[in-house]
């Protein structure tokens, strides 16, 4: 009983871990960026909001779709139990893994002391389910400074 309520308790810093991981430029495990697929919406059809569910392979918008979003989400799939074992958590006790993500519009701007760059906020709702309990959520931010090109183009995947 201890080994499986510990299991439970450590699933909330796991999720904190994992989507922090999806939301930061950071390759160690992909080489596609859920920043990108928010700058390609926000340049192609203005639009900045995408939801990713790690559980039924579903992202939302249809028009966020294509290849580099389905990597994405493939990549951090295959690591999700890993991450989890790491965290001494069961992956066989998550039943929902959804995380919204959106670059705010309104946050948006060149530092003052910083040619060519911009700084851009990305933020999230994660929302998580474990068997025999009730969802839990949380919302996380993280604030990015970037080459000025990369606002349209993208960053670089690996």
């Excluded at 926000?42 to 294509?66: G, L, M, R, Y």
């Excluded at 999230?124 to 474990?130: F, G, P, R």
Aim: glycine content about 2%; charged content about 25%.
């Amino acid at each position: 009983m201890q080994n499986f309520i510990m299991k439970i308790k450590n699933f909330k810093s796991a999720m904190h871990n994992f989507t922090h991981s999806f939301l930061s430029i950071d390759y160690t495990h992909s080489g596609k960026l859920a920043v990108n697929v928010l700058l390609k919406l926000k340049s192609e059809e203005n639009i900045s909001i995408v939801e990713f569910d790690f559980i039924n392979t579903i992202i939302s918008p249809k028009i966020a779709i294509d290849d580099d979003s389905l990597i994405l989400l493939k990549d951090y799939q295959n690591w999700l139990p890993k991450h989890l074992r790491n965290h001494n958590c069961d992956y066989t006790q998550l039943e929902c893994l959804n995380i919204i993500t959106q670059l705010n519009k309104n946050n948006i701007f060149k530092p003052k002391t910083m040619e060519n760059t911009f700084q851009i906020e990305i933020e999230s709702e994660t929302t998580y389910k474990l068997k025999n309990r009730e969802k839990q959520s949380f919302k996380l931010s993280l604030i990015e400074i970037i080459n000025a090109n990369y606002l349209e183009n993208g960053i670089p995947n690996l």
